[in-house]
C-alpha cells in the first residue's frame, strides 16, 4: 500500500525478488519512462495516504535494450500520458530502476515494451543491468530479448533494413571519386 516516489524508496528485497509494481505513465524521456507508482488501494487507508504523500516520479529504463532515435520516438507514440503499466524490479542503477515493462493490449493481452522494441528493430540488445549473469534469470530474459532483435533481423525491420540492390549500386556510384571529380568539374564549368 505503500506509494515510492523515489528509486531508493523500493526495499532491496522487492528488486531482489524481482516484484511487479504498477504504475501510471507521465513522460516518456531520453533517461528513461517518468512512471508515477500506483500502489494497491485499501479505501480508507489510500486516502488518508494521499494526504501526506509527494507526486514524485519513478525513473524506469528499459532493461536489456539500447533505444534508437527512432525508438524512442516510437515509445512516445505508443505511450500515452496516464496510460496504465506494469513493470517488473530487475535491478537499481542510481536513481533509475531497470525494469521489464508491460502494457495491456486489450482485456487479456499484455504485451512486454522491452521485446516489442527488439522486434520491431527500434533498439539492440544489451546488458541486462541489475542482474548477476550467472542466474538463471539473467539468461532467461536475454534469450528472450534476443529472440526479439533475430525477428527483426530476418524480418529486415528497422535498424536491420538492408538497402536494395539499386540503391547498393546508386551510393557505391555518387561515392566514387571519379564521379564526384567529375560532379566538381561540371560545377566549375556552370560558374563560369
Known sequence: TTKFTSALDIPVEFVEKNVKLRGKIHHVTEKGLEVEHIPISIPFITFIQRKWQSNSLLLIRLAGVELT?????????????????WFQLLG??????????LVNKGRFLSVCLNEE????????????????????????????????????????????????????????????????????????????
Open 69 to 85: 532515435p527512432s525508438g524512442m520516438v516510437w515509445l512516445q507514440e505508443e505511450l500515452k500520458p496516464s496510460q496504465m503499466i
Open 92 to 101: 537499481r542503477q542510481d536513481l533509475a530502476l531497470e525494469c521489464l515493462v
Open 117 to 192: 522494441i527488439l522486434r520491431q528493430g527500434l533498439g539492440r540488445t544489451a546488458r541486462i543491468e541489475g542482474l548477476h549473469h550467472d542466474s538463471r534469470l539473467y539468461w532467461k530474459l536475454h534469450k528472450r530479448l534476443l529472440r526479439a532483435e533475430l525477428k527483426a533481423l530476418k524480418k529486415n525491420k528497422g535498424i536491420w533494413k538492408e538497402e536494395s540492390s539499386f540503391e547498393k549500386i546508386r551510393d557505391h556510384i555518387s561515392n566514387n571519386k571519379f564521379v564526384q571529380t567529375l560532379k566538381q568539374f561540371a560545377n566549375w564549368l556552370r560558374s563560369y
